[in-house]
């Protein structure tokens, strides 16, 4: 069955430091990625996605992401951390169009001043 | 344009009652989901619709959950009875049908079950 791992269920960064959360796929055929982020009590929202095309991917708020077959992996990163970007992040997987998200367990990112 | 509109927000009932959720896609979304996330997880899908098709409910809980979307645009989702180990936020996302892969999620309704 397909699975998404996402390393690390909660990550501290300091204020202007790299944001680095990291997702990795389970996988025998190339999936659809999805970066979505969650503030407390409100929905999901999209980050960034990969389809098809390049690799790396840019989202809003300044994140991007980078799809890597080899490594089945697709990490979330931002040069630097706001206290804004405190939040929890779910990495998910589809692999056709319409059918359900398979979701990891989620990161919680903190940001200190 | 608005986005996918859920409710209530929160929703505390004792045990053995019932409780429904309403969700009202985006305009135009014919795909339909419902999922549900337990505290510390990810959203897990409960069913999928094409327009007023249940295409997807191997993971609803039958025996006490139930779903309906008329017409194809809002949908209820209902739980008789409530045990408390269904005490989730239950989100309902939407996306156009065939095109691209990215669902569009409203705020969930979170659940308390005592």
């Known amino acids: 069955a397909q699975s998404v791992t996402q390393l690390g269920s909660h990550v501290s960064v300091s204020e202007g430091a790299l944001v680095l959360l990291r997702c990795n796929y389970s996988?025998?055929?190339?999936?659809?990625l999805f970066w979505y982020v969650q503030y407390p009590n409100q929905g999901l929202q999209l980050l960034l996605k990969?389809?098809?095309?390049?690799?790396l991917v840019k989202g809003i708020n300044g994140f991007e992401a980078e799809f890597k077959k080899s490594e089945t992996s697709f990490h979330l990163t931002k040069p630097s951390a706001h206290m804004s970007d405190a939040a929890e992040y779910f990495c998910?997987?589809?692999?056709?169009?319409?059918?359900?998200?398979?979701f990891g367990k989620g990161t919680t990112l903190s940001v200190s001043s | 344009e608005a986005g996918v509109v859920q409710s209530p927000r929160y929703k505390i009932i004792e045990k053995k009652q019932p409780v429904a959720f309403w969700c009202n896609p985006i305009?135009?979304?014919?795909?339909l989901y419902w999922y549900r996330q337990n505290l510390g997880q990810g959203p897990e899908l409960l069913i999928r619709?094409?327009?007023?098709?249940?295409?997807?409910d191997s993971q609803l809980p039958k025996d006490r959950f139930s779903a309906e979307r008329l017409k194809g645009v809002d949908s209820t989702l209902k739980i008789q009875p409530a045990e408390l180990g269904d005490s989730a936020v239950y989100l309902c996302?939407?996306?156009?049908?065939?095109?691209?892969?990215?669902?569009?999620f409203g705020p969930g309704t979170r659940l308390t079950v005592t």
């Open positions: 996302a939407s996306s156009p049908t065939g095109i691209g892969h990215e669902q569009y």
């Open positions: 996988s025998s055929v190339p999936p659809y």
């Open positions: 990969y389809t098809t095309g390049a690799t």
């Open positions: 998910a997987v589809s692999y056709q169009a319409g059918t359900a998200l398979i």
């Open positions: 305009s135009g979304h014919n795909t």
């Open positions: 619709y094409e327009n007023e098709e249940a295409v997807d």
